[in-house]
Nanobody, 120 residues
Framework: QLQLVESGGGLVQPGGSLSLSCTIS????????MAWYRQAPGKQRELVAD???????NYADSVKGRFTISRDAAKNSVYLQMNSLKPEDTAVYYC??????????????WGRGTQVTVSS
């Protein structure tokens, strides 16, 4: 059973920084892409940033210049460095993975989410 193990998050003051990490465990897979999404109370889940196997990245306009997504292919891990955080960044952040299994099935998976709260 594949799992996405997330860590990081927490409470930070406006202008502060946080780092999230997510690691694939449980199955031997080939990663197509990994991403971070977020969902604020009363809002739809939205893409924050993604990174593919060629290390191409994509960011939501609202986080460009403040957030950086990166990955460690050898560890099947993805990271999100969040700087200059704003109260509107407050949300549950979810890790997402798009992978090929060892049986050549394409699958997508979600992490359980980690809370990020930006407040003074």
């Amino acid at each position: 059973q594949l799992q996405l193990v997330e860590s990081g998050g927490g409470l930070v003051q406006p202008g502060g920084s946080l780092s999230l990490s997510c690691t694939i465990s449980g199955l031997d897979v080939t990663v197509n892409s990994m991403a971070w999404y977020r969902q604020a109370p009363g809002k739809q889940r939205e893409l924050v940033a993604d990174i593919n196997s060629g290390d191409s990245t994509n960011y939501a306009d609202s986080v460009k210049g403040r957030f950086t997504i990166s990955r460690d292919a050898a560890k099947n891990s993805v990271y999100l460095q969040m700087n200059s955080l704003k109260p509107e960044d407050t949300a549950v952040y979810y890790c997402h993975a798009d992978v090929w299994t060892s049986s050549f099935y394409r699958r997508t998976y979600w992490g359980r989410g980690t809370q990020v709260t930006v407040s003074s």
